[in-house]
């Protein structure tokens, strides 16, 4: 597959690196920790062989999934400061998931809605890092009333966590020509003028 | 492992009916704080029967030995000095998993047939189901449960669950040389503790009572107590144990709900798409773009 050299670089390679990192530590923290949350999703523990393994694995991938985070948030955090522009576009975010975008404000790098994900995905990873410490008895032990709050915390935020990740990757599915920009980084300028247009021109000069 | 298979009552992590078609009596053990004597035959008998040799530990300063319960020690007595009308009480209490009918573990418990509650109140861990996650430690009301070092295995008292299948008394029960501790059919051993409890009150013990905490459900470890009224004064026995809300919130309906959110967010999102279709660039940019570089 040719490229065109005239496409936009949005993320550079280590930055991609980064975000798969988190990603997929992610998938395996989301179908590992389901599998302790309801019965139902008991089988899970099966892909990481046996109930056991799940439990010793699982607070590992999320220390790995903490640092790759922090990395992406040191990256990123610049870029997702809420501007008045954001607050506009969020509060016509209806328009823009009823399929009608030709309204929404001029958007930068990111939209409202990317910001919005970015900071609570970020508190989401605090309060999860800090509730799973707490959790984990291999190598902590807390008093039980402490224990009792992270079991809560950690269930109800991993829930809410898995929520609004599958809002964050169905984002990227429905808004066409986006995958790419995770995949190897790069975005037609068409994409970028429809959906991020005083990015592009910070961009092109245009 | 699964001596009785016929009668479980509950298991842990399991959404569906257990095998529970023999029904049992319900069984208690009793133990009679007022006729022990501390002499820890019980904690021997624990030890030997279930054959599991704790580490030999260091004096504290007190007769309490070991100092707590361990994955090795699942029995221990607690020894309280107490001053009560200008008078010292030696009040000792084997401590030890009280087998609640409304069991924390059990409900905590994630991994599917790790905690089994039989018909006859005995709540039991099957070690080659625990996943040793703990999550039964913070959820006990009596803190008992214990995780062992060496196999992060969880493990308690068994109630002898194996001798009460074969109509045994538990081994604890068999050793006890005053008669402190008894065994039988739990309505047998509330009646044996009325008769106790008269005689306690008649030497004065006024507030003399049985322990079968309520907010439990009740247990199948139950204590003939001279001070019923303040449990916390044998080794802080809790008063009203019950299980914490936060773990009625953390096992009860919020899960299966949370579960049917995530569930909508998914159908939601395949919905969304198949009903809006995907969100394309506009012809309109990519001619434009096309028509620039045509230049």
Redesign the interface.
């Known amino acids: 597959m040719i490229r065109n050299p005239k496409d936009l670089q949005r993320y550079t390679a280590p930055e991609r690196t980064n975000h798969w990192v988190v990603g997929i530590s992610f998938i395996l923290l989301a179908l590992s920790g389901l599998a302790f949350f309801h019965p139902a999703f008991w089988p899970l523990t099966m892909l990481f062989g046996g109930g056991v393994w799940t439990r010793i694995l699982h607070p590992f991938i999320g220390v790995l999934m903490a640092v790759a985070f922090v990395s992406m948030f040191l990256r990123f955090r610049a870029l997702n400061v809420m501007q008045p522009a954001d607050k506009e576009w969020l509060s016509r975010a209806k328009e823009m998931v009823s399929g009608n975008d030709h309204n929404m404000p001029e958007q930068g790098k990111y939209n409202g809605g990317q910001k919005m994900m970015f900071w609570m995905l970020s508190i989401c990873v605090l309060l999860m890092t800090i509730s799973g410490v707490v959790l984990w008895r291999a190598y902590f032990g807390f008093p039980a009333e402490l224990v009792r709050l992270g079991a809560v915390i950690h269930a109800a935020i991993g829930a809410f966590m898995i929520g609004i990740v599958m809002v964050h990757v169905y984002a990227a599915i429905w808004v066409r020509g986006t995958i790419r920009a995770m995949v190897y980084g790069t975005v037609t300028r068409a994409w970028a003028k429809q959906h991020h247009r005083a990015w592009y021109r910070q961009v092109t000069g245009k | 492992m699964a001596l009785q298979s016929l009668d479980i009552a509950r298991r842990s ?3 569906t009916p257990a095998p529970s078609i023999r029904e049992t009596t319900a069984v208690a053990k009793l133990i009679d704080v007022s006729t022990c004597i501390g002499c820890k035959a019980c904690q021997a008998a624990c030890m030997e029967w279930n054959d599991i040799r704790d580490e030999v530990g260091t004096c504290t300063g007190v007769y309490d030995n070991p100092i707590d319960l361990t994955a090795k020690s699942w029995t221990v007595m607690r020894y309280a000095e107490v001053e009560e009308q200008g008078k010292l009480e030696w009040l000792i209490r084997k401590d030890g998993c009280m087998h609640c009918a409304d069991p924390g573990c059990l409900k ?1 418990c ?3 047939g790790a905690i089994i509650q039989y018909s006859n109140g005995i709540v039991d861990f099957h070690q080659e ?1 625990c ?5 039964c ?3 006990c009301p009596f ?1 008992v449960p214990r ?1 062992s070092k060496a196999d ?1 295995k969880a493990y308690k008292c068994s109630l002898c669950s194996d001798r009460v299948a074969v109509g045994q008394a538990p081994a604890c029960v068999k050793a006890c040389p005053t008669g402190a501790l008894q065994f039988g059919s739990k309505e047998q051993m509330k009646d044996y503790a009325d008769k106790r409890i008269g005689d306690l009150k008649s030497r004065g013990f006024e507030q003399a009572g049985l322990y079968d905490p309520q907010g439990v459900g009740g247990t199948h470890v139950m204590y003939v107590l001279q001070h019923a009224d303040r449990p916390e004064l044998y080794s802080k026995l809790p008063n009203n144990p019950s299980i ?1 809300p ?2 009625a ?2 096992k009860g309906f ?3 709900l ?2 049917l ?2 569930a909508a ?2 159908l939601g ?1 395949l919905f ?2 198949v009903s ?7 012809q309109e ?2 001619d ?2 096309a028509k620039e ?1 045509a230049k």
């Open positions: 992590a399991t959404t905590a994630p991994s599917p189901n996943i040793g996650c703990g999550y430690i913070p959820a803190n995780i992060n914490s936060l773990v919130l953390w919020a899960k299966p949370a579960s959110t995530m967010v998914a999102s969304h798409f809006k279709g995907p969100n394309e660039v506009s940019l990519e434009e773009i570089d």
